[in-house]
């Protein structure tokens, strides 16, 4: 009897010192939507120990230590994730691969539990587990928060395509300029001759308008779209500028 009551005791011991183990780590949700475009898998890193493999439409959890930690992924290059932990919390890393100059690059963003929510749910139903009660959000809200990153992803797009055009323009018509830019002598002086009107309005109109185009990016980065998701989840109000250009086609059910 003695032997079982110890028995007992120590299996205790070895429980309670296992729930506060895991109450002291932190998990990461690492997780990647489908994308027709950059369907490569990769492997995640740990102090160079493989923890998982990533593809398209899939997810895991990896439970660590809290503090500073680097999360590596090596594909045609290496790329590093860098994030502070803290005990008990759940955090969420959307992964993905790079296009343009980052092409073929593994890519990582830390996105609010909401985010991850409406993201995890597209392919996969039962994630409601990975968040906390104050974390369920209505349909309504659902909807909204889907609403808003249409909007920024679709604004943003074209804000790079107007970048793009624009700076074009005005680095031919600068470069016009220079190559054209000529001088005469008159009283004893040069004086620059005048440059073809149609160059200059162009010039002008263009680094306006390339300037515009930066402004707008600011104006819907990945940043500003993580802040206004996070305060909107947790029960604040929308911007009114926010809400002016919440139109119905972003409440369509389109990716």
């Known amino acids: 009897m003695r032997m079982f009551k110890i028995v007992t005791v120590g299996l205790l011991l070895s429980m309670a010192a296992t729930s506060l183990a895991q109450d002291s780590l932190a998990t990461v949700v690492f997780f990647r939507q489908g994308r027709l475009i950059g369907s490569k898998s990769y492997q995640i890193l740990h102090q160079e120990k493989v923890i998982g493999l990533i593809s398209p439409d899939t997810y895991f959890l990896f439970p660590c230590k809290p503090g500073p930690v680097t999360f590596k ?26 296009r343009g100059l980052m092409d073929g690059i593994a890519t990582f963003r830390q996105v609010p539990a909401v985010e991850a929510q409406l993201k995890l749910s597209k392919f996969d139903k039962k994630v409601s587990f990975l968040l906390s009660d104050a974390q369920e959000l209505s349909d309504a809200k659902k909807d909204t928060i889907e609403a808003i990153r249409k909007m920024f992803k679709r604004k943003k797009k074209s804000a790079l395509a107007l970048t793009v055009a624009s700076g074009t323009v005005a680095l031919f018509s600068i470069g016009y300029i220079t190559m054209n830019y000529e001088t005469k002598f008159v009283n004893g002086s040069y004086v620059q001759l005048d440059q073809p009107p149609a160059v200059v309005a162009s010039t002008i109109v263009s680094v306006i308008a390339t300037a515009g185009g930066f402004y707008k990016i600011s104006r819907y980065s990945d940043k500003r779209l993580t802040s206004l998701v996070d305060q909107y989840s947790k029960g604040g109000s929308l911007p009114l500028e926010i809400k002016q250009r919440l139109k119905p086609r972003y409440f369509t059910k389109t990716p």
């Open 73 to 98: 992924a090596i594909t045609v290059s290496e790329a590093t994730f860098k994030i502070q932990l803290e005990s008990g919390k759940t955090y969420f890393v959307e992964c993905g691969v790079g």
